[in-house]
């Protein structure tokens, strides 16, 4: 799986972002994983909605558009539960803590 970083500005917001962009790299996404360290995340390419089902840990969600701009932004979900957006093509699933201090708002325009 490819690792890269996350921008907002032409800054790096997160440093190792896993790409999912294959049906099963998505299908497995971070089920099974035991935690998600705050400088990481996972970007589900092509998929608008997620869910924790098999999750030991609570993750933050953002809904992004094709072009990446932010469209919803789920502070944390808890485990066993669904989120999703018809308006998003891409998801971002971070630690509740890193997204909470990113202070990222709906409309942001992120880069991979």
Same mark, same amino acid.
């Given at each position: +799986?490819?690792?890269?970083?996350?921008?907002?500005?032409?800054?790096?917001?997160?440093?190792?972002?896993?790409? =999912?962009?294959? #049906?099963? /790299?998505?299908?497995? =996404?971070? +089920?099974?994983?035991?935690?998600?360290?705050? %400088?990481?995340?996972?970007?589900?390419?092509?998929?608008? /909605?997620?869910?924790?089902? #098999? +999750?030991? #840990?609570?993750? =933050?969600?953002?809904?992004?558009?094709? %072009? #990446?701009?932010?469209?919803?932004?789920? $502070?944390? +979900?808890?485990?066993? /539960?669904?989120?999703?957006?018809? /308006?998003?093509?891409?998801?971002?699933?971070?630690? $509740?803590?890193?997204?909470?201090?990113?202070?990222?708002?709906?409309? %942001?325009?992120?880069?991979?």
């Amino acid at each position: +799986m490819k690792i890269i970083p996350a921008y907002k500005n032409n800054q790096i917001i997160i440093a190792n972002v896993t790409i =999912g962009d294959s #049906f099963f /790299s998505r299908a497995r =996404g971070l +089920m099974f994983t035991r935690t998600l360290a705050p %400088d990481s995340g996972y970007l589900l390419k092509d998929c608008n /909605s997620v869910h924790t089902f #098999f +999750m030991h #840990f609570t993750i =933050g969600v953002v809904y992004l558009s094709p %072009d #990446f701009v932010i469209t919803k932004i789920v $502070p944390v +979900m808890a485990r066993r /539960s669904l989120s999703s957006d018809r /308006s998003a093509r891409h998801t971002l699933e971070l630690h $509740p803590a890193t997204l909470a201090a990113l202070s990222l708002s709906v409309g %942001d325009q992120l880069s991979f």
